[in-house]
């Protein structure tokens, strides 16, 4: 037996899968050299516990019934559900793996056949783990908990349906937010954002009033007005060269749109600021 990947419970980089899966071992196991290790006494497990048969075969039992593993056969043991195993080949080759996990459940032990996507993860993870790099831990309890859940699906398990996003366009709400704040001081049109987006005017107004509360042309001035804000408490920063850099006309021009937005000019808004500081 060669325990091929153990999971960290502190990944140097954080894997979404982690947080479904803990404490994994994933191993390989050959029937000639690792029969003596082969548990034949009844026992049981506080992880889930699964095995995928390559090559050869191997015989458990479980509530009194035998179970054999041919080539491409796999078995999930739940926590808690006894079993052992009776026999097995001598060209037995099989990978099987240990995790905790809130999210599958069974009562009892499952079975069935896995696919060719199946054994490549699992040779994958086998390789990955015979040459780890500084991203492999990632790699390998991803690909695992991909497999765990392929097993799962094939014996009838089904996940709790995502909840539907309200409007398909959720999505673009957010690419539009970005392209306007990476546009800040271009002279943005609501068209512009709504071809960025292939939208409508209308479902780019209809998409901001819903979810901000006002049109896309007032989120625009208001984001804009933050950016000004932060640039007008810098003191080395000029309201000429702010009313250049945002595209206004003049400085002027700049004050006179700043006051009607902040209730006051660039200058008492600078000189307020430096006195709260």
Do not use: W
């Not at 054999?68 to 926590?79: A, E, H, K, S, T």
């Not at 459940?105 to 079975?111: A, D, G, V």
């Not at 959720?170 to 990476?182: F, M, N, V």
């Amino acid at each position: 037996m060669k325990i091929l990947f153990k999971q960290l419970k502190n990944l140097q980089i954080p894997s979404v899968s982690a947080s479904v899966i803990s404490n994994c071992y994933f191993k390989e196991l050959f029937g000639e050299s690792d029969r003596k290790i082969m548990n034949i006494r009844a026992h049981h497990h506080t992880d889930f516990e699964i095995h995928v048969v390559f090559d050869g075969h191997q015989t458990y039992e479980c509530d009194s019934k035998a179970i054999r593993l041919d080539n491409g056969d796999f078995v999930i043991f739940p926590p808690g559900v006894r079993h052992k195993s009776v026999e097995n080949s001598e060209d037995l080759h099989k990978y099987s793996f240990t995790f905790k996990s809130d999210f599958f459940e069974s009562p009892k032990m499952l079975c069935g056949k896995t696919t060719d996507y199946i054994n490549k993860s699992l040779e994958f993870v086998a390789r990955e783990s015979s040459c780890p790099t500084v991203f492999s831990a990632q790699l390998c309890i991803n690909r695992i908990f991909e497999t765990t859940l392929l097993l799962f699906r094939l014996c009838g398990f089904k996940e709790q349906p995502q909840k539907k996003i309200t409007e398909r366009f959720d999505e673009r709400l957010a690419l539009a937010k970005k392209y306007i704040s990476d546009n800040l001081e271009q002279p943005l049109t609501v068209s512009d954002i709504s071809n960025y987006c292939y939208l409508s005017n209308k479902q780019l107004t209809r998409l901001f009033v819903s979810n901000e509360g006002i049109s896309p042309a007032k989120y625009i001035t208001r984001e804009r007005m933050k950016k000004i804000c932060e640039l007008i408490i810098d003191e080395d920063i000029s309201f000429k060269e702010i009313s250049i850099r945002f595209g206004y006309a003049n400085e002027c021009y700049f004050s006179t749109a700043f006051k009607k937005h902040s209730g006051v000019s660039p200058g008492v808004y600078r000189k307020m600021h430096k006195k709260s500081q």
